[in-house]
């Protein structure tokens, strides 16, 4: 698999991603930027191999990679099977779930958020939901190698087993009254976000402790899924930090 710009490569080599070669552009990084100091000196105590390589070898590998002058080979970025994952069940713990968002734009902007509010990880649907790709990696920044993310293939059954074990389940719709300033966060917490356009479905809306919205001015209905994945993670450890 490819990925590309100095952030996403900085954050596979902290995390001790497998990567096979990165290479750089020698035309447009000099050996005097300091991102090609940083990321020889990381990838050196490891053994990685550099290439400094023209950009129209760049180009041959992915264009879109080419234009920030910086790709690497990995290999792919792993999903854990839901029934493979130790979950830990304290009152901080605090999990997203995403019910088939298929928006690889949206996914990515939520990977990086929960990377940056460090979510202890991300569950997403077997089936319609983003394939992790170059780009995915790229807008998360690196976030795909911060946070676990985990396959259920039943994400409604997956709900119920979290349930079972001490997690409080938050669905976030905006046809209710309730607000996400009304959810305690002293308690293990799981997030949910629905489909770009169909929502949380049903059976799994149902099935939460909490139903709640981000309130707002009216003018607009709803905010965009990964803007009100942020907000809500975002707001909850807020409150957890005494804020």
Known sequence: ????????????????????????????????????????????????????????KLLTLDKE????????LISEVPLIPFEEFEFKVEKNSLLVALDEVTDAGNFASIVRACAFFGVDAIIVTERRSPYISPQVVKVSSGGVFKVPIIRAKNLSRAISDLKEIGFWIVS??????????????????????????????????????YRVK?????????????QAVAITISDICRRRLGF
């Open 1 to 56: 698999m490819i990925i590309y710009g100095y952030q996403a490569i900085s954050e596979a080599i902290d995390e001790g991603v497998p990567i096979h070669c990165i290479y750089v552009d020698r035309d447009r990084v000099t050996r005097r930027d300091r991102r090609f100091t940083k990321l020889r000196d990381k990838a050196g105590k490891l053994n990685i191999k550099i290439q400094e390589v023209p950009y129209e």
């Open 65 to 72: 990679g080419a234009k920030t002058g910086f790709i690497a």
């Open 172 to 209: 976030l719709t905006p046809h209710v009254e309730s607000t996400i300033y009304e959810v305690p966060v002293d308690i293990p917490l799981v997030v949910i976000a629905g489909n770009e356009e169909r929502g949380i479905r049903r059976l799994i809306i149902e099935n939460s402790d």
């Open 214 to 226: 981000i309130p707002g001015s009216g003018r607009l209905e709803s905010l965009n899924v990964s």
